[in-house]
């Protein structure tokens, strides 16, 4: 049987990168998908055809996860047209300030831990519900290695990325008796659109750092995705799981 056979799945900022990666693999792996995007409608188009080619359903749903009210029609629309949802994927990209910290004003930083703290808050708030109803769930929340490893001028991004790292262990310990399991994806580098313009000599000292002697693509993130979320993995729960190919084994 498919590892996601009957199951529901919505994946934020799914229309390009991880999230468009991660959308199509758990097609793959047997689950209907919502595909929220924020302004990519062409891009997300081509992951529902993707979706539906591997004979999954999908629906778009164009919602900013920074706004509680297309947060809740993102899955109020989910909910009407599946009956239900198993899994949530927080991943969708917040934009930050890329500045040193003596550079950066107290509303550039907290517009970042904001944003990306209220979307985790109120998504994670109307899919345990339902999650509850059924009698389970699971919850990925995407952070980043810059969490536990700092790089220059990512202090806003960083902070945001380990307050999401700790609120996912409260909802672990919190959602546990519910049998909704909560853990973290920690990406290191992954050449994205997000990434595709930094300069290439960056990458390739992170690659030449890297046992693996390569960058992550989405598909490397979408895998490690899949094994929290598939039925064959029930007991992890609470976990950080960095996947950055052995370039920082904190």
């Known amino acids: 049987m498919e590892p996601l056979h009957n199951k529901v799945a919505i994946v934020t900022g799914s229309s390009r990168g991880i999230g468009a990666a991660t959308a199509i693999l ?7 998908v919502v ?26 749903v164009q919602a900013d996860v920074r706004n509680t009210e297309d947060v809740k029609k993102l899955v109020d629309q989910t ?16 934009n930050f300030a890329h500045k040193p910290f003596m550079e950066m004003s107290w509303d550039e930083f907290s517009s970042k831990l904001n944003n990306e703290m209220s979307s985790a808050f109120y998504l994670c708030q109307e899919v345990v519900p ?3 109803k059924q009698g389970g769930g699971k919850i990925v929340l995407i952070s980043s ?25 409260y909802l672990a310990q919190e959602l546990g008796p519910k049998n909704i399991a909560t853990n973290v994806i920690s990406p290191g580098l992954v050449l994205t659109d997000a ?42 729960n609470g976990a950080y799981i960095p996947v950055n190919g052995g370039n920082d084994m904190s």
């Open 35 to 60: 595909i929220n995007y924020h302004s990519s409608e062409k891009d997300a188009l081509n992951v529902l055809a993707e979706v539906e080619s591997v004979g999954r359903k999908g629906k778009i």
């Open 79 to 94: 909910v009407s047209e599946f009956g239900k949802v198993d899994i949530l994927i927080n991943n969708a990209n917040i």
């Open 130 to 132: 339902h999650m509850e």
């Open 195 to 236: 990434t595709k313009n930094q300069p290439s000599e960056v990458h390739e000292m992170l690659k030449n750092l890297t046992p693996l002697q390569r960058l992550a693509a989405p598909e490397d993130i979408a895998g490690a995705i899949l094994s929290l979320v598939a039925g064959w993995n029930n007991y992890i």
């Open 26 to 32: 758990l097609a793959r792996a047997g689950a209907d």
């Open 145 to 169: 290695g810059l969490s536990r490893t700092p790089s220059p001028g990512f202090i806003a991004h960083g902070t945001a990325k380990a307050a999401i790292a700790t609120f996912a262990k």
